[in-house]
């Protein structure tokens, strides 16, 4: 089985071409192939599906509201085996992958998730801008929230204030006073119970931020069911939203600060957001007869 391992800011993915895949991805298969030590080690796996043209139409290579053609789709799943809605550094490698791979002959084609529609707009082989969509502020992955999304909750011995973002999925983001007190944290104590507080019924991402200068940020990031990581694309996205929102009404181009190096994050006066990154093929290889074999014979109900 092909594959193709892919990286942006650090955060690492397998992508998988659907056609190539011998078996259903189940959450255990994907644990085995994200494993370090015994798989291929991964953030990840990214599963694209290239679209179907042969027969057009609105869901076969149709175009869009904005224009665009479907070039394929993305499911991403986290290195735990969960599925996750979206990521913003996934969608980004897919979309520089199915580029390199010439799955669309537009430098913009639309990509479908299970989060919706994303966009992206190829810039040169390792940059693009991806639309992700408006942004929320409520959201079923914060039932109890008030509609402005600000509130606040109690873990680790801390009251934390936070603004809850949904951006495809969901983002608790905590603005921290000054950047020394942002890079103290320890955030493998204090994030899993804030990804696993009751609030957040699905679970949820965590960013902490702290203002650099005018709409400069450094964010680090607690993924969920990963986490933390050298970057998060939509976790850059819920930090720069929450930035945003303390002056709300007008569009803000946020450069995002990250363990593995910067996003640039516009968010519009509607909340609409897109991303400008890189992202990098790192090798092309193929699974071994014998993980193959061992993968074949996993139980997923297991787990």
């Not at 599925?83 to 791979?101: D, V």
């Not at 909750?153 to 608790?172: E, K, T, Y």
């Not at 193929?286 to 014979?297: C, I, K, N």
Request: glycine residues 12%; proline residues 5%.
């Amino acid at each position: 089985m092909r594959f193709e391992k892919w990286q942006a800011l650090g955060n690492d993915y397998v992508i998988v071409d659907r056609a190539e895949l011998p078996f259903e991805l189940t959450a255990q298969r994907v644990r085995k192939i994200c494993a370090r030590h015994v798989g291929v080690g991964a953030d990840g796996v990214l599963l694209v599906a290239r679209e179907d043209r042969s027969h057009g139409g609105p869901e076969k290579g149709g175009a869009r509201s904005n224009g665009a053609e479907r070039a394929g789709s993305l499911r991403i799943f986290n290195p735990d085996g969960s599925e996750a809605e979206l990521s913003g550094n996934g969608a980004r490698e897919a979309a520089l992958y199915m580029h390199r791979h010439s799955w669309s002959p537009h430098a913009t084609f639309v990509i479908d998730t299970p989060a919706g529609e994303v966009t992206p707009t190829i810039i040169d082989e390792r940059t693009c801008t991806i639309e992700l969509g408006h942004a929320a502020t409520s959201s079923e992955d914060f039932p109890g929230g008030p509609a402005d999304g600000r509130s606040e909750l109690a873990a680790s011995g801390r009251v934390w204030h936070f603004q809850h973002v949904s951006i495809g999925n969901p983002q608790c983001s905590i603005e921290v006073e000054h950047p020394d007190a942002l890079e103290a944290l320890e955030l493998a104590v204090l994030g899993p119970p804030i990804e696993a507080h009751a609030l957040f019924p699905n679970r949820t991402n965590v960013s902490w931020y702290a203002q650099l200068g005018d709409d400069r940020i450094r964010a680090r990031i607690f993924e969920r069911g990963v986490g933390e990581t050298l970057s998060s694309g939509t976790g850059a996205a819920g930090a720069a939203v929450a930035y945003a929102l303390r002056s709300p009404g007008r569009e803000r181009t946020v450069t995002v600060l990250l363990d593995g190096g910067e996003l640039r994050v516009r968010v519009g006066a509607d909340l609409l957001v897109d991303q400008t990154g890189w992202a990098q093929q790192v090798y092309v290889g193929r699974l071994s007869a014998e993980l193959l074999a061992e993968l074949e014979r996993t139980d997923a109900d297991r787990g």
